[in-house]
């Protein structure tokens, strides 16, 4: 194990559990914690949980600095001889940011799907998850239980057998506290191209229309985040249904877009827009369409006072 250090937890000796009772052995087969560099932990591939650099972890670091790792992290053992990251992120990152060279860890021994099983489910019970963390983990853990399901040689049963004869989603839904469909709503999101899965964890998007978007194209779904842009508006349920009716009759066009965003919705406020080629040639080369707003509003107010100053010279 390279660099990693076996802390001292008070077990027994050999000899003194040669003589040990059922009980006894059962009581003193903890888990062994290490001490491992830093350095030597890779972090789990696509893990669906951000690390996020907000006041809780500011909070954990300075924990950290003051009393160190109080619950360590989970690793396995890489075929490489390095570790893997599988429950604790936020702790090793913590442990970066106050500059310990190693953190506590329990080694474990795991497959790769094992890995995933216990990743996820360590971290269902978060405060905060956002949709984009919920569907990627959701869709890790699925294909877990199906290839698991398909196999006889893994050793662990991380679900437990009360979930015996249940479809993988109905596992998921029940660690999680949500429904089968809405398991599989959830996963739908992993469909949506990055800007339309940021408006969603920003809710301006719901989940509901956010589903019904994902059976878009890639080109079909990156002509309406451009839409929603320069309209700021963003799609009810009946508004992303109908788009999905036009995008299987291959009839979705950017105009069909366009007016489908810019129907009235109930208790919709009047906006007025602008399209955005329309504008492009009076706005500065790389404007973002918040400044671009910006922009229009301030040269609104120099035409304002023009026409004011005209008005007082007649």
Do not use: W
């Amino acid at each position: 194990m390279s660099g990693a250090k076996l802390l001292d937890l008070g077990l027994k000796t050999a000899y003194d559990e040669l003589f040990m009772d059922d009980k006894g052995r059962e009581e003193n087969r903890l888990p062994r914690i290490y001490e491992i560099p830093l350095t030597e932990i890779d972090d789990f591939p696509d893990h669906p949980y951000q690390v996020r650099m907000d006041e809780d972890m500011e909070q954990l670091v300075a924990s950290v600095k003051e009393r160190g790792i109080i619950t360590p992290v989970t690793v396995r053992l890489k075929e490489d001889g390095r570790y893997e990251m599988v429950s604790g992120h936020r702790r090793k990152k913590a442990c970066e940011l106050a500059g310990l060279p190693t953190v506590k860890a329990e080694v474990r021994e795991l497959t790769r799907d094992e890995a995933i099983l216990l990743m996820v489910e360590s971290n269902l019970q978060r405060s905060t998850i956002r949709p984009s963390e919920k569907a990627f983990a959701y869709k890790l853990h699925l294909d877990a239980l199906k290839r698991q399901g398909q196999r006889t040689d893994l050793t662990s049963d991380p679900v437990g057998g009360k979930y015996a004869g249940k479809e993988s989603a109905d596992i998921v839904g029940e660690l999680a506290g949500d429904s089968n469909t809405q398991v599989r709503r959830y996963i739908r999101l992993t469909y949506l191209v990055p800007g339309l899965l940021d408006l969603v964890d920003e809710n301006r998007i719901a989940l509901r229309p956010a589903v019904e978007l994902s059976y878009l194209s890639e080109r079909e779904q990156e002509d309406l985040l451009e839409t929603i842009s320069y309209l700021d508006a963003t799609p009810s349920l009946s508004q992303a249904q109908k788009m999905r009716e036009l995008s299987k009759e291959g009839l979705l066009s950017d105009e069909a877009i366009e007016a489908i965003l810019s129907e009235e919705k109930p208790n919709q406020k009047e906006k007025i827009t602008f399209r955005a080629d329309r504008l492009r040639q009076y706005l500065p080369a790389g404007i973002s369409p918040r400044q671009a707003e910006d922009y229009v509003l301030k040269a609104l107010e120099y035409y304002q006072r023009y026409r004011e100053r005209q008005r007082e010279e007649r």
